[in-house]
C-alpha cells in the first residue's frame, strides 16, 4: 500500500446504555444515513424483548450480548492459490471482525424475517439467536463446518 493503515475511529457510547457495541450495532442498522431511526428501531426491538430477558433474569441488553455472542464464528474459510489450485483454508478471525460479522449476520436475517416492522424482525432473530436458532446461528453453524471440512489445508495458512 502507499499510505499507511486507515487509522480506527472512536466511537462514543450510546446515550442509553452508554455502550460502544450498541452504537456500532446502530451503526450497522443504519440505512441512507438515517440514525435517529435506526436507533428508535434498535431501542424499540430491545423493548419488546424485555419481557423474555425479565423471565431468563437478565436485562434486555445482556440479552442482546448474549445472542450476539451465540452467532459469533470462531473460524471462517478463506481463498487461497496455491500452484493453480485454489483452496479453502480455515483461518482464525480477529475480534474485531468476529463483532463485525456477528452483527450484520444478525442484521442481515433480521431484514430477510416476515414481519410487521423491522424492529419487530430484529427482536425476533434476537431472540431466536439467543435460542441457539434462526438464520444467523445457522449462518454461523455453515461457517464452522465449512472450516472444519477443510481442515485439511490448515496447514497453508501462514
Request: a positive charge; aromatic letters at 8%; zero cysteines.
Amino acid at each position: 500500500m502507499r499510505k499507511g493503515k486507515a487509522k480506527r475511529r472512536i466511537l462514543l457510547p450510546d446515550h442509553r446504555y452508554n455502550d460502544v457495541m450498541v452504537t456500532r450495532f446502530i451503526n450497522n442498522l443504519m440505512k441512507q444515513g438515517k440514525k435517529t431511526v435506526a436507533a428508535k428501531i434498535f431501542y424499540t426491538a430491545l423493548e419488546l424483548i424485555e419481557k423474555k430477558a425479565k423471565e431468563v433474569g437478565l436485562t434486555p441488553l445482556e440479552y442482546w450480548k448474549k445472542a450476539l455472542e451465540n452467532v459469533t464464528p470462531q473460524v471462517e474459510v478463506r481463498s487461497r492459490r496455491i500452484g493453480g489450485a485454489t483452496y479453502q483454508v480455515p483461518t482464525e478471525i480477529n475480534p474485531e471482525r468476529k463483532i463485525s460479522l456477528s452483527m450484520k449476520n444478525l442484521i442481515q436475517f433480521a431484514r430477510k424475517r416476515n414481519g410487521r416492522s423491522m424492529a419487530e424482525k430484529l427482536a425476533a432473530e434476537i431472540i431466536a439467536a439467543y435460542n441457539n436458532e434462526g438464520g444467523a446461528f445457522k449462518r454461523k453453524e455453515e461457517i464452522h463446518r465449512m472450516a472444519e471440512a477443510n481442515k485439511a489445508y490448515a496447514h497453508f495458512r501462514f
